[in-house]
């Protein structure tokens, strides 16, 4: 039983590749054991089943079994990091040939490292001499590093499952002896190889459409992205400028209105002049001025009939 890691940072496909790797690898035969890093109390059961509640109450392992599979849950009290020996000791070696491990990048045992340089990530196989090969979608910058490990293309999935397969075997790349037993006669291995091959090669097409389709997809959501944040920020300058406009305009119809105003006070002060004038004229030209003035003329004559003659002499 031998035990290979798939690492990179988070991000660059570590399960994508490993799934895919499992699939190929036991279709030719190979017997391979999944062992997953998580996060930090996870929950491996399902909330309310009869083995969760055994275990919450304080089993420190609890079997969970069917005829179909069965599951160990160990409870780590007070919690310690794991170790690979002690994960592949749990483990049947009468029932695996290879063991996948994703994550624990740190740990002291074979790495295939899965990198992708745009992500902006420093390259582990640099300086962990574990790592044996590089999977990434960008070998030819990766190899002009000079790295002391071969460098993979990331969507070349027969190669990937050739070089896992070789690591399998001890160096051994034919993997057809431990798939299958071919007749007395020797006719059904190349046929069956025949339908091998064509398999993988279709499954390593689709892999690369789905590759390609995926970074289609995350390059035109990046893409439509920006442009709607450029929208955003192009809205927000125009509506800026409007509303600086608004204020402008707003300034000055008030001025406008100010002088408006004055305007306003100044003509109808005039016009009130002008309608008392005209109400003047109108009364002098129908005489209503001149009887007014006539009322008080006879008093004056009287007044002038009885007073005595200032030049005449008193004596006269």
Known sequence: MRALGIVGYSGSGKTTLGERLIAILTARGVRIAAVKHAHHGFEPDVRGKDSDRLRRAGAVQTLVFSAERWALYTEQNP??????????????????????????????????????????????AVTDRRVIAVATDEPERLQQLGLHCPVLRLNDLIALSDFVGSF???????????????????TGKPQFE?????????????????????????????????????????????????????????????????????????????VRSAVGQAVDQAASALGIAHAEATKSEPAKTDVAQTAPDASTPSDK
């Open 168 to 186: 399998v075997t001890g160096g051994k790349s034919d993997m057809s002896d431990t798939t299958s037993t071919p007749p007395a006669d020797g």
């Open 194 to 270: 025949d339908l091998r091959s064509k398999f993988e090669e279709r499954l390593g097409h689709l892999a690369k459409q789905i590759d390609d389709l995926s970074e289609r997809f995350t390059k035109g959501a990046v893409e439509a992205r920006a442009s709607v944040e450029a929208d955003i920020v192009k809205l927000k300058q125009e509506h800026q400028d409007e509303y600086e406009q608004f204020q402008k305009l707003q300034k000055v119809a008030e001025e406008i209105w100010v002088v408006l105003q004055k305007r306003l006070d100044i003509v109808a002060g005039n």
């Open 79 to 124: 919690p310690r990091p794991p170790t690979i020996p002690a994960l592949l000791a749990v483990l049947n070696p009468q029932l695996i040939d290879l063991v996948l491990i994703e994550g624990l990048r740190s740990a002291d045992y074979p790495k295939l490292e899965v990198h992708r340089p745009s992500l902006g990530q420093p390259l582990l």
